[in-house]
Structures are given as C-alpha cells and as structure tokens.
Nanobody, 127 residues
Framework: QVQLVESGGGLVQAGDSLRLSCAAS????????VGWFRQAPGKEREFVAG????????YYADSVKGRFTVSRDNAKNTVYLQMSSLKPDDTSVYCC????????????????????WGQGTQVTVSS
C-alpha cells in the first residue's frame, strides 16, 4: 500500500512559480512511478507530468512543456512538480498518483493506469 500527500498549492498571479510536493509512505519511493494530474471544475482529469521510479524517464503534457519540471528525491520519498510561468488556465486541483512498474511508458499517461492517489492540492492562478 502507498499513501500520497500533496502540498504546495496556493493562490498566485500569472507568471509566478510554485513547487508542488508529493510525499509518499508505505513503500520505498524508488519502487514506483509517479504521475501528476489535474482536474478543473467541469473538466476531465488530465495528465500533466510523470516520472519513472528511477527518475530516468519523464513525460509532459504539451500544455506544460517548457514550463513545468517533474523530479524526485527517493531519499526523501518525495516527488516534485516545479511550475513556472503559470497561467490562469493552469488553475486546477493537482493530484499525484503512483503505480508500481519497471517500465514507464506512455501507457501511464492514462489516469486509470495508476493504483494510488493523493487527495490533491488546489492551485489558483489569477490574471
């Protein structure tokens, strides 16, 4: 079992930066890949970024490429999402999710491919 807790959300202005954290417990972080997803009111949950268990493979949604960076510190059992040049369209609840896999492929851009989810943290970007 894996427990995930997100933090770092808040209210910022367009152009600002935020760093979200996903703290994990229950299993060594190095055993699972982590994805970040977001869901705005009335919209479907969408993939934002993901990182493999060892950190060697990352994926990004086209809408955040060049602005967001996903990273992990397995010694601290934490995965991060550094968000820069934030836009009002980035306003959403951001959740991290984990899946135990040795092969992190584009299959894991799908929300239903993840077994464990955090509760989410709200990010609001004002114009």
């Amino acid at each position: 079992q894996v427990q995930l807790v997100e933090s770092g959300g808040g209210l910022v202005q367009a152009g600002d930066s935020l760093r979200l954290s996903c703290a994990a417990s229950g299993r060594p972080t190095s055993s699972y890949a982590v994805g970040w997803f977001r869901q705005a009111p009335g919209k479907e949950r969408e993939f934002v970024a993901g990182i493999s268990a060892g950190g060697g493979t990352t994926y990004y949604a086209d809408s955040v490429k060049g602005r967001f960076t996903v990273s992990r510190d397995n010694a601290k059992n934490t995965v991060y999402l550094q968000m820069s040049s934030l836009k009002p369209d980035d306003t959403s609840v951001y959740c991290c999710a984990a899946v135990i896999t040795d092969y992190y492929t584009t299959y894991y851009l799908r929300p239903d491919s993840y077994a464990y989810w955090g509760q989410g943290t709200q990010v609001t970007v004002s114009s």
